[in-house]
């Protein structure tokens, strides 16, 4: 083979892998930034009850959780006595929910809201991923 041929096979080579590599950064840093709940987002909310509930609870519980309005889906665990639900941030708000759940339903409940360190350690298959440490470099890098 020519050797002016292999050069410009390497040199090709080399600037396509640098421009897909430049262009998977980009794609990390813009899918991975903050933003705005707006009107597709759903979250989750967990509300703790301090008291024991039976499955008459658990039906009235659903039954309220059902009419307010951004809830999509909600599950009530007799057992450890937790209420986990989906919303739309952009149409609700999880603490309004959790404080009039607390006053209408009579329950002495509270919202649970992870700490710092709880959410940093969330997942432990995200924590050792390949795209966890890029976004990682990424990140110190900018």
């Not at 008459?56 to 951004?70: E, M, N, V």
């Not at 050792?128 to 890098?141: C, E, M």
Request: charged share 20%; hydrophobic share 40%.
């Amino acid at each position: 083979m020519n050797k002016k041929l292999v050069k410009k096979i390497a040199i090709g080579t080399a600037g396509t892998i640098s421009l897909l590599c430049i262009i998977l950064c980009v794609h990390i840093y813009l899918v991975t930034r903050p933003k705005a709940p707006d009107a597709n987002t759903v979250a989750l909310a967990r509300i703790d009850v301090k008291q024991d509930i039976d499955d008459a609870d658990a039906s009235k519980i659903g039954a309220w959780l059902s009419t307010k309005k951004g809830v999509d889906h909600y599950l009530c665990n007799t057992q450890s006595n937790i209420v986990v639900f989906s919303f739309h941030p952009a149409v609700v708000n999880a603490n309004e929910i959790a404080e009039e759940f607390s006053h209408k339903l009579h329950y002495n409940s509270t919202r649970y809201v992870p700490s710092a360190d709880e959410l940093k350690g969330g997942c432990p298959v995200a924590a050792t991923s390949i795209s966890s440490r890029a976004y990682n470099f990424i990140k110190h890098v900018f």
